[in-house]
């Protein structure tokens, strides 16, 4: 059945960096435009990245654009997100999820179980 | 930005109806997908494209669009639903947008 499985959340100091991965299985993972979400404690779903299904397109969300960097390894089945300069309030659950389309839209039919990064010195 | 308005919560006992609202200034042809999540848990895809329901979503959830409304219906309300409800769409521009989320509690 379809997985997602995110991995690398943990405690960073402000300034600090981190690098999240999120392992697939299930489907064929190159066929897929994935992205990153995430939820700070107590709050809503923010969309944060995604990338084509090849390596050749990416789209930020302002909050992190120039800090936080997607990417994929489709011979690994693998997502990742560069988290630089991290800040206070990048305090939050990050899930990855994989998009539908249809209708001229995006959706989410699939996210993993998410991974906390606490940005705090 | 495009924005997603949807009230900060709703309750309706066991066996009614519940109705969640998402309102936007003017989806234009932009689709509306609807999220359950539970405390703890992955969101859940309930409804896709105003109106599509995913296979293993029960009947009981109904989503509906009309000028700059758009709507989550749960008939038969039961226990397990309580949860948050988040709409999104895809802006060209913004990339995903989701509402503010709304909390279902049942009575």
Redesign the interface.
């Known amino acids: 059945q379809v997985q997602l499985v995110e991995t690398g959340g943990g405690l960073v100091k402000p300034g600090g960096s981190l690098r999240l991965s999120c392992a697939a299985s299930g489907f064929s993972f190159s066929g897929h435009y994935m992205s990153w979400i995430r939820q700070a404690p107590g709050k809503g779903l923010e969309w944060l990245s995604y990338i084509g299904s090849g390596t050749d397109y990416t789209s930020y969300a302002d909050s992190v654009k120039g800090r936080f960097t997607i990417s994929r390894d489709n011979a690994q089945n693998s997502l990742y997100l560069q988290m630089n300069s991290l800040r206070a309030d990048d305090t939050a659950v990050y899930f990855c999820a994989r998009h539908k389309r249809g209708y001229g839209s995006y959706w989410f039919d699939r996210w993993g179980q998410g991974t906390l990064v606490t940005v705090s010195s | 930005?495009f924005v997603l308005t949807q009230p900060p919560s709703v309750s309706a006992a066991p066996g009614t109806t519940a109705t969640i609202t998402c309102g936007a200034d003017n989806f234009g042809?932009?689709?509306v997908?609807w999220?359950r999540?539970k405390p703890g848990?992955?969101?859940?895809?309930v409804i896709?494209?105003d109106i599509e329901r995913?296979s293993g979503i029960p009947e009981r959830f109904s989503g509906f669009k009309s000028g700059n409304t758009a709507t989550l219906t749960i008939t038969g309300v039961e226990a397990g639903d309580e949860a948050?409800y988040?709409c999104?769409?895809?802006d060209g521009s913004?990339?995903?947008?989701?509402?503010?989320?709304t909390k279902l509690t049942v009575l």
Not at chain 2, 41 to 45: E, F, G, R, T
């Open positions: 930005s042809i932009k689709t997908h999220y999540e848990q992955a969101p859940v895809l896709h494209s995913p948050d988040y999104q769409v895809w913004s990339g995903g947008v989701f509402g503010g989320g």
